[in-house]
């Protein structure tokens, strides 16, 4: 067959049976209200978009570092407790300040005149810092700030320094061994932090850090869960206007290099665009809040709308060309391709609705925003491309040749498509089973991924906070809190000798504990008293935590005084190694609950409920990952009626997924929650090829015909179409490799490489094994009717 003969636009074969099997049941006849009632389509699309762009400003960012694990879970609600009960750590802006002159006069007095300033800031609580220290108790009298009102000079100032850098409050907790780093932790009021006023208090910090310490030399760094929370917020507001302009314009270039004229361009991209609006108004209005994976739905609403569109604007286009009208032309489109776009939405659907069954919050909400985005793609596309195509397209009278002989792009990959048609066809059954090595062996490596995950994936790694985090990490043993709550037997106090005795078992074991450091609870300060003071006795300590201000001692005690808290910081490392240094601890603290029955010791905080809870959940989903592609290949299989159909899809649509997961495994990352849910979407969205080539062969096969002919005019006739939309998924799906967030980074470049590998398992894979799946139902058919 040359390319030319294959013009005949999808009109089923004589004979053809499977072409009258309705795949989606009539529901692509939605689109032909538009067509009928054009006017009244028109009035109702203006006026949903008009609400849906107001549904678009209520859309919120939701920017807590915790909402990965948010879930109904024993480990969460105990974070949930603590967090609420001490809740210090959610409001603390960490100044890293560093410096080989930190401990020099000029420095330490910028340094002072800072937190002196800092505590003016409007929104702020309080500082903890080097000025923080006092010198020891005398005579039970009140002690003095460690460092004068004047610094002194010369041996007196030396002297200073040699107990400054000797303290053991200061010394491994805001002073580095080296003296060169200094943490400055300021709170703020927590009713600012969820606010928009954030960003001006954030901006006053830094400017009046600026200022202060200007002409000393000293570097300063913020970080800190607000300001991390403020640079996710900042984030995904610019990767939402990101992705939205650069996978828009991608798509028009590609629409109008692909149809070289503006009017079909507009008819293949305006749907997409469109239903971008509407999933977003949909998503502003049921009140979902735009995360690190939520703001995923932009890029994706397109990859899902722009495939269809484009296959049924080819197709109209393909009907103009054979002389139709434009109403015919869009009319039967609709009723060729339709059937599959339905198909290729509700595969997308399905890949949102496996992530359901994760124990996230948040990959839960993902998955219902997914699956509304998809419904709400599916009617933009189905009623947008032929209202549009009837409405812009002007066909000129008399130039169908002249189109024919203009589209030589088109024809060279029709070309392309009939070469790699006849050669799969031609030795389906060596190709068919050189496929199945191939799958096999990317298997292996994919069944080696490990679940990763460090609190790094969340943050912007561009920005201040995770360099800061990382110079905590290096010289304070970290900056992420891991938090043991001890909770009090009913009318015992904090200062009875049996709590005392506790508290101080448990601050001896955080510190023993191999990976942790930087340990601080009430023993801190009974320590200290007993080493400068020479008094630790539960009547001098509760004297000197009652001259504590208020919200420092709330990081310890809170108003009930029925609990207290050991903060100890760990590094930023991944879960196999923060694991077993969890698990050890709990070990060690269930000996000290033994021996101290009646108080209740939990390990808690971010860290440690995601050292628990992430290789589970990643876990999970990958098992759900597998369960969607024997449910997708069952239903793929229903929808065609033929178990040749279903059989034929499973090879297609796991090689994605196993190229992806050997390049991860190559690369050493492991398997994320980007990763992952990466690939559980990607493998819904790559069944679009293979969906709509098995619509378009069931359409050109006759009854009893070698199945390669019918491979070969189904290729030549989708395949174009078919490549040319792979780019645009990939396209669309790779331009968040440009976003801060590393997360999303590895949400792009794996969807897109495991569109483009879709497409390769489209043509090299799925040809071949229909053909060779196709000639064994025939054989078996006659050999069945021969007895």
């Known amino acids: 067959m040359t390319v030319q003969e294959g013009r005949f636009a999808g009109r089923p074969v004589p004979g053809a049976s499977p072409a009258q099997i309705r795949l989606a049941f009539g529901l692509e006849r939605m689109g032909l209200f538009a067509l009928r009632f054009p006017r009244a389509a028109i009035l109702i699309l203006l006026a949903v978009c008009f609400g849906a762009a107001f549904g678009v400003m209520r859309l919120k960012v939701d920017d807590s570092l915790s909402q990965l694990f948010r879930a109904d879970t024993p480990e969460f609600r105990q974070y949930e407790t603590l967090s609420r009960r001490f809740p210090s750590s959610e409001f603390d802006v960490l100044l890293v300040i560093e410096g080989r002159s930190l401990l020099e006069r000029a420095s330490l007095e910028g340094l002072r005149d800072l937190v002196t300033d800092l505590q003016l800031i409007e929104g702020t609580r309080g500082v903890i810092s080097l000025f923080s220290a006092r010198a020891p108790p005398e005579d039970g009298r009140v002690p003095a700030a460690l460092f004068p ?407 310890f005690i809170p108003a009930e005084q029925d609990a207290t808290v050991v903060t100890a910081r760990v590094p930023d490392i991944e879960i196999d190694h923060l694991l077993p240094v969890t698990e050890e601890l709990e070990e060690d603290l269930a000996g000290v609950q033994a021996r101290h029955p009646g108080y209740r010791i939990s390990v808690t905080g971010l860290s440690a409920v995601a050292a628990r809870n992430s290789a589970s959940m990643i876990g999970r989903l990958n098992r759900s990952l597998t369960v969607e592609v024997a449910f997708m290949a069952l239903f793929i299989g229903l929808a065609f009626r033929s178990v040749v159909v279903g059989l034929a899809s499973i090879l297609p649509g796991i090689f994605p997924v196993l190229v992806s997961g050997t390049v991860l495994w190559l690369r050493g990352d492991g398997l994320q929650f980007a990763s992952i849910v990466a690939l559980t979407v990607a493998y819904g969205l790559g069944l679009s090829a293979t969906i709509h080539f098995l619509n378009r062969l069931r359409l050109v096969s006759g009854v009893g015909e070698d199945p390669a002919l019918g491979v070969e005019r189904a290729t030549i006739l989708v395949g174009p179409a078919l490549i040319l939309t792979s780019v645009v998924l990939a396209c669309g799906l790779g331009v968040t490799v440009l976003s801060d967030l590393p997360a999303l980074r590895i949400f792009g470049w794996v969807s897109a490489l495991a569109m483009l590998a879709a497409l390769v398992a489209d043509l090299l894979i799925l040809r071949p094994t229909i053909t060779l799946l196709g000639r064994w139902r025939l054989k078996l058919l006659a050999a069945q009717a021969a007895k």
Not at 210 to 216: A, C, F, I, P
Not at 259 to 272: C, E, H, K, L
């Open 149 to 555: 009102e004047e610094l002194p000079e010369g041996a007196a100032y030396d002297d200073l320094i040699a107990r400054i850098r000797a303290n053991a409050i200061l010394r491994g907790k805001l002073l580095s061994e080296d003296g060169h780093l200094a943490l400055v932790i300021l709170a703020l009021d927590p009713a600012i932090t969820g606010t928009p006023r954030l960003s001006e208090v954030v901006g006053e910090i830094r400017n009046v850090a600026s200022r202060d310490l200007g002409e000393t030399g000293l570097t300063i760094q913020l970080s800190g869960v607000p300001v991390m929370q403020l640079e996710i917020r900042e984030a995904v507001e610019r990767d939402r206007l990101l992705y939205n302009g650069l996978g828009f314009t991608a798509g028009s270039l590609i629409a109008i290099l692909f149809f070289r004229r503006v009017s079909f361009m507009a008819v293949a991209a305006g749907p997409p665009l469109i239903a971008i609006l509407l999933a977003l108004g949909a998503l502003g209005w049921l009140g979902f809040r735009l995360n690190m994976f939520l703001n995923m739905m932009t890029p994706l609403i397109m990859v899902i709308s722009f495939s269809d569109s484009m296959q049924l604007t080819f197709a109209a286009r393909d009907r103009l060309i054979a002389g139709e009208t434009k109403r015919e032309a869009f009319r039967n489109a609709v009723l060729v391709v339709g059937p599959a776009c339905v198909l290729t939405h509700v595969a997308a659907g399905l890949s949102f609705a496996a992530l359901m069954f994760s124990e996230s919050d948040l990959i839960r909400t993902f998955g219902q925003a997914g699956i509304l985005s998809t419904l709400i793609a599916l009617f933009a596309v189905l009623s947008l491309v032929p209202l549009l195509g009837v409405l812009l397209v002007r066909p000129e009278p008399g130039s169908a040749n002249l189109k024919r002989r203009a589209d030589t792009g088109i024809d060279a990959l029709r070309s392309v498509c009939a070469w790699i048609a006849a050669r799969m066809t031609r030795r389906p059954g060596i190709y068919s089973l050189l496929s199945l090595a191939v799958v096999a062996l990317l298997a292996v490596p994919y069944a080696r991924l490990e679940p990763h995950y460090r609190l790094a994936d969340q943050i912007p790694d561009k920005h201040q906070a995770m360099t800061a985090n990382g110079r905590l990490d290096a010289q304070l043993t970290g900056a992420n809190p891991v938090d043991i709550l001890i909770e009090f037997p009913v009318g015992a106090s904090p200062y009875a000798p049996e709590t005392l005795a506790t508290i101080a078992e448990v601050h001896g074991a955080v510190e023993d504990q191999r990976g942790i450091g930087n340990v601080w609870s009430l023993e801190t300060l009974r320590r200290w008293l007993a080493t400068a003071g020479g008094r630790s006795d539960a009547a001098i300590l509760r004297r000197y935590a009652e001259l504590l201000p208020p919200y420092l001692v709330q990081r």
